[in-house]
């Protein structure tokens, strides 16, 4: 998949509104954007960056909002959300995918009524130890993220943004 020539109008983090769910593994969409904003000098005629401003399980009404609003067809989005199902220090891109049980993105698509977007699926789940039952989604993703998983998944985002956009880190 190469999305280095690839234009996206849209570059749209998911995560949930209040504050208290801030620095949540839920909200790592958000917190790319904000890395985006802080890290890179991107011109704002290539990218519009959004962070979703509904509940995640909601996310559907504010992406067929700005989809409308920039004039942008479902393949020119980017959307970046947690995935539990991905270690925390990994990240995979997709299109034209199914929800995998994530209930935002289930959301957009039945509200967008396509699954032909761009997706940045980032890695939330804890490692796994050995000898330990997988933990439920459920358990995890509303919680803060630790410091350790802090740098890990900044480090993630550096990989992903120069992926995307072919854009080095200015700092």
């Not at 962070?51 to 992406?63: A, E, I, R």
């Amino acid at each position: 998949m190469n999305t280095s020539d690839h234009n996206f109008k849209l570059i749209i983090g998911l995560g949930n509104p209040d504050t208290k769910y801030q620095n949540t593994y839920h909200n790592v969409g958000h917190l790319f954007v904000d890395y985006l904003q802080k890290t890179y000098n991107l011109q704002p005629t290539t990218y519009n960056l959004l962070k979703s401003d509904v509940y995640m399980n909601k996310s559907g009404s504010f992406v067929k909002k700005v989809i409308k609003k920039y004039n942008a067809k479902p393949e020119e989005l980017l959307v970046i959300h947690d995935d539990s199902d991905i270690e925390v220090g990994s990240y995979k891109l997709s299109f034209n995918r199914g929800a995998a049980g994530h209930h935002g993105i289930e959301n957009i698509m039945a509200t967008i009524k396509t699954n032909k977007f761009w997706r940045l699926r980032i890695g939330i789940r804890p490692q796994q130890k050995e000898g330990v039952s997988r933990l439920k989604a459920e358990n995890f993703v509303l919680k803060k993220i630790t410091n350790a998983n802090k740098k890990i998944i900044e480090s993630v985002f550096k990989k992903a943004v120069q992926e995307i956009t072919g854009e080095q880190d200015t700092n």
